[in-house]
């Protein structure tokens, strides 16, 4: 008898203190870039997402895959450097529970770099100019913190031009003299008028012009996923249009606020600015399973 009772015990201690296998694709990284979490399906276990701060990471599946979920965790430039919990929560035969797991968060030591353009674009005295501005970063803030529950993209990212970098990711962005943020995506060099291409598969969640970004082109990939494409000089597409990866999106241009023209590549994650060719590399190699 109490033998038997020792075994129902220790099971009933094994199932109470049974965790998930988490699998991160990056366990260290640096402010502004991707990790990944992939989570093994299993009998009786409903994840629901992963939490940190106040920041919420969704679950999704991915085709061709139906023993995993995975999650899309992202890092701020502004996050500090150190250790960071994080929370995942799932149902475990009707029963709420959670898991802690940690990630290393490391210094990206951006360098700054010094530009050079019409006051007016810096710090713009007019009060339609500045109430424009202000209904832009609105708008834009409340498009990239909206979650599609769907994800359209099936293949790996490519970039949007094959040309140059000429400004990367996180350099602290001096103009005119005075320190105004970081440099939020990837500058490739592009004369006026060449091609533009999406990234991926996706659906056109914004197309216009924009007091900083100029004509402004932004893909909705699905599940929190946003590619943008800035400075353009002519649109191919329009809002609400399913595009295909490689497809022509439009024109590269110097429209808004730059030094010459460029295409200003950028990605969005549930709302943060991550490293694009960072994320690229990630999701293609961890996610999407690119073939070498």
């Known amino acids: 008898m109490l033998m038997r009772l020792f075994v129902v015990i220790a099971l009933f201690i094994s199932v109470a203190y049974a965790s998930v296998d988490i699998e991160l694709a990056l366990k260290q990284l640096h402010n502004g870039e991707t990790t990944l979490v992939r989570l093994p399906k299993k009998e009786?276990?409903?994840?629901?997402?992963?939490?940190?701060?106040?920041?919420?990471?969704?679950?999704?599946?991915?085709?061709?895959?139906?023993?995993?979920?995975?999650?899309?965790?992202?890092?701020?430039?502004?996050?500090?450097?150190?250790?960071?919990?994080?929370?995942?929560?799932?149902?475990?035969?009707?029963?709420?529970?959670?898991?802690?797991?940690?990630?290393?968060?490391?210094?990206?030591?951006?360098?700054?770099?010094?530009?050079h353009v019409a006051s007016?674009?810096?710090?713009?005295?007019?009060?339609?100019?500045?109430?424009?501005?202000?209904?832009?970063?609105?708008?834009?803030?409340?498009?990239?913190?909206?979650?599609?529950?769907?994800?359209?993209?099936?293949?790996?990212?490519?970039?949007?031009?094959?040309?140059?970098?000429?400004?990367?990711?996180?350099?602290?962005?001096?103009?005119?003299?005075?320190?105004?943020?970081?440099?939020?995506?990837?500058?490739?060099?592009?004369?006026?008028?060449?091609?533009?291409?999406?990234?991926?598969?996706?659906?056109?969640?914004?197309?216009?012009?924009?007091?900083y970004s100029g004509g402004t082109i932004i893909i909705d990939h699905g599940e929190g996923i946003y590619s943008c494409y800035f400075h353009m000089s002519k649109y191919d597409v329009a809002k609400g249009e399913r595009v295909q990866r490689g497809e022509v999106i439009g024109l590269s241009g110097k429209s808004g606020r730059v030094t010459g023209p460029h295409l200003h590549f950028a990605m969005r994650v549930d709302g943060v600015q991550v490293n694009p060719l960072q994320f690229i590399e990630l999701t293609n190699?961890?996610?999407?399973?690119?073939?070498n």
């Open 44 to 115: 009786g276990v409903v994840y629901e997402k992963v939490t940190f701060e106040k920041r919420s990471f969704p679950l999704f599946s991915i085709a061709g895959d139906k023993e995993h979920l995975y999650g899309l965790i992202v890092f701020s430039y502004y996050d500090k450097a150190g250790k960071k919990t994080l929370k995942l929560l799932y149902k475990e035969n009707g029963k709420e529970k959670s898991q802690l797991f940690h990630i290393y968060l490391k210094n990206g030591e951006y360098k700054k770099e010094q530009i």
């Open 285 to 291: 190699k961890e996610l999407l399973k690119e073939k």
């Open 120 to 211: 007016s674009k810096v710090n713009p005295k007019s009060k339609a100019v500045k109430k424009r501005t202000a209904r832009e970063y609105s708008e834009a803030m409340k498009l990239y913190h909206s979650v599609t529950p769907k994800l359209y993209i099936k293949e790996p990212f490519i970039l949007p031009l094959q040309s140059t970098i000429t400004s990367e990711f996180g350099k602290a962005r001096v103009y005119n003299g005075s320190l105004k943020g970081y440099h939020s995506g990837t500058d490739f060099r592009a004369p006026v008028g060449t091609p533009i291409v999406a990234s991926n598969d996706g659906v056109v969640a914004y197309v216009g012009d924009r007091f």
